[in-house]
Nanobody, 124 residues
């Protein structure tokens, strides 16, 4: 089993910064990627940033150049962080962390573990 816990949300003025952290623990051997998604009221959940075990990253076009995803691994847990700079009111959303379980030899994404989310509110 895998546990995913986010922290670091809050209220910030436009142009400000926030750093989100996510601790992933449990059976990590099959976790091949982690990421951050967000969901604003009335909108679908969307991918914000993703980082794979080899360290490659990808970002939503709307956050490129402003957000940075990073990862630290320990023996029994992994931490994935999202540094958010130059925040805009349209970044307001609940941010969710996820961990992807893969069957790597088959190249199949099997399951996603999700956290409960953390609120980010950017005032204008």
């Amino acid at each position: 089993q895998v546990q995913v816990v986010e922290s670091g949300g809050g209220l910030v003025q436009a142009g400000g910064s926030l750093r989100l952290s996510c601790e992933v623990s449990g059976s990590l051997f099959s976790i091949n990627a982690m990421g951050w998604h967000r969901q604003a009221p009335g909108h679908q959940r969307e991918l914000v940033a993703r980082i794979t075990n080899p360290g490659s990253t990808n970002y939503a076009d709307s956050v490129k150049g402003r957000f940075t995803i990073s990862r630290d691994n320990d023996n029994d847990k992994a931490t994935v962080s999202l540094q958010m700079n130059n925040l805009k009111p349209e970044d307001t959303a609940v941010y969710y962390c996820n961990a992807e379980r893969w069957d790597v030899p088959r190249g199949m994404r099997e399951f996603d573990y999700w956290g409960r989310g953390t609120q980010v509110t950017v005032s204008s």
